[in-house]
């Protein structure tokens, strides 16, 4: 079946920072791949996705690229700031209709 | 479009009471679906739904859950009895096919005392 592992946390790191949070997954077929984002109090809001290897998805200084040789779509950001302090899901869409989540990375930011 | 939107906010009831959420999907999403979130078990899958019929709900825990979708624009899940280990956030999410990503609601933070 679908599977994804993502880092575990939390993650803290100082403003600034370059920030790496590593996934891998495992799925049959050609799986989408996503990156959503939970602030504090509130849902998950999609951050970025890829639908395709070698397709590289971006938003609000964050990246992630398609990787399907090695089974990965890391998300990379330059310059962390405190207000990007969230938990964070790696998530993939294959075949069927419901989405599988990895188990979240909390990221605290620090001034 | 206002997006998914989830009712109650918060929600605080006492053991073995009936509990409702509600929700209504992006208009025009033809999968809804239902989380759980804890600490301890993260998000789970409960239930979805594709044009109003329920697809799979193997991830629903126990007879006490149930859900149901009477048309395209609003989707309940009850709890009968609630027990304290329920409490939790539970999220709703629509999408459309031919969209890969699905939306989250805001949640229900349900509090069994």
């Known amino acids: 079946g679908n599977s994804v592992t993502q880092m575990e946390g939390p993650v803290t790191l100082s403003e600034e920072a370059f920030l790496t949070i590593n996934c891998t997954y495992t799925a049959t077929g050609y799986p989408s791949l996503f990156w959503y984002v939970q602030y504090p109090g509130e849902g998950l809001q999609l951050l970025l996705k890829?639908?395709?290897?070698?397709d590289k998805g971006s938003n609000k200084g964050f990246e992630a690229t398609y990787r399907k040789e090695t089974t990965s779509f890391h998300l990379e950001k330059g310059s962390v700031q405190v207000s990007d302090s969230a938990v964070y899901f790696c998530?993939?869409?294959?075949?069927?209709?419901?989405?599988?989540f990895g188990t979240g990375t909390r990221l605290t930011i620090i001034p | 479009d206002a997006g998914v939107i989830q009712s109650p906010r918060h929600e605080v009831t006492e053991m073995g009471q009936e509990v409702t959420l509600r929700c209504k999907p992006i208009s025009g999403h033809d999968y809804l679906f239902w989380y759980r979130q804890t600490m301890m078990r993260g998000l789970e899958l409960l239930i979805y739904?594709?044009?109003?019929?329920?697809?799979?709900d193997s991830g629903m825990p126990e007879d006490r859950f149930s859900a149901k979708m009477p048309n395209a624009s609003f989707s309940t899940l009850k709890i009968q009895p609630s027990e304290p280990r329920d409490s939790a956030v539970y999220f709703c999410?629509?999408?459309?096919?031919?969209?890969?990503?699905?939306?989250f609601g805001q949640g229900t933070r349900l509090t069994v005392v």
């Open positions: 998530a993939l869409k294959s075949g069927n209709e419901k989405l599988t």
């Open positions: 999410a629509s999408s459309f096919l031919s969209r890969v990503e699905a939306f």
């Open positions: 890829a639908t395709k290897a070698d």
């Open positions: 739904f594709n044009n109003n019929v329920p697809i799979d």
